[in-house]
């Protein structure tokens, strides 16, 4: 087995099977090298034909969330962090949402004006519609992956974002919280009609890819029996 460390290449005697774990970015990105996956895409890059499989890199999805929605507190903050999942136009959850203090986000250092005792929400949706790709950059090992994420594509996820953070605002704005929770520090009012281009200018990825490599009928690495 060859492996690059510190820009050197390593040579190692493997005497048992060797299993690959490379998540969803580099596993679709090792099989295109090795000649597995979509022919054309692998044409391009002139590496040879081992096996058509036109998945493979394919069917990329992730959790997308929003960055975070402040609270000034009116005492100091609480240690607790924790999760809650909610349905927004779902049979099943997909809206989640971790909270806990902002001290523990480093947000403070990025932005000292912010409160010195503060509450911060993450609004995320777990359930995307959206579909994106991995593809390959070149034909060398060294070459990074093309990730084509899409995060926000679908218009449906644009509307659960928005509302998980209507979700947020409601808890945080509840009476049960009047006591602890003094005023919305961020991001604050936005009208309803510049939502949609708010929340692609600061969404982020929750950095959970998956679906690159699935088993199965379809879309799939490994024939199914």
């Known amino acids: 087995m060859e492996f690059v460390h510190r820009d050197k290449v390593r040579r190692l005697g493997v005497g048992r099977e060797v ?4 998540g969803a970015v580099n596993t679709p990105k090792a099989l295109m090298l090795s000649g597995i996956g979509g022919k054309a895409e692998l044409l391009r890059l002139g590496i040879p034909v081992v096996e058509h499989l036109s998945g493979v890199g394919r069917n990329f999805q992730d959790h997308v969330a929003f960055p975070g929605m402040i609270w000034e507190c009116r005492g100091d903050e609480s240690d607790a962090v924790f999760h809650w999942f909610w349905k927004s136009q ?18 403070r250092k990025a932005n000292p004006s912010l ?13 995307t519609k959206a579909q ?3 593809r390959l950059a070149g034909p060398s ?15 449906d996820d644009v509307k659960a974002l928005a509302a998980a953070m209507e979700i947020c605002r409601e808890i945080s704005n ?8 003094k005023q919305e520090v961020a991001p604050g009012k936005i009208e309803r009609s510049a939502m ?14 998956s679906g690159t490599a699935k088993m199965g009928r379809e879309l799939a690495v490994r024939r199914g029996q």
Do not use: C, Y
């Open 115 to 127: 409160p010195a005792s503060g509450w911060l929400m993450v609004p995320a949706v777990i359930r």
């Open 132 to 134: 994106g790709r991995v």
């Open 174 to 181: 509840s009476a049960a919280l009047r006591p602890f929770l």
């Open 90 to 107: 779902s049979d099943t959850p997909n809206l989640q949402t971790t909270q806990g203090p902002l001290g523990t986000s480093g947000f």
């Open 19 to 22: 299993i690959l774990s490379l």
């Open 141 to 155: 090992p060294l070459d990074p992956p093309d990730i084509e994420a899409n995060l926000l594509a679908h218009p």
């Open 196 to 209: 949609e281009d708010f929340l692609r200018d600061k969404a982020i990825s929750w950095w959970h890819q």
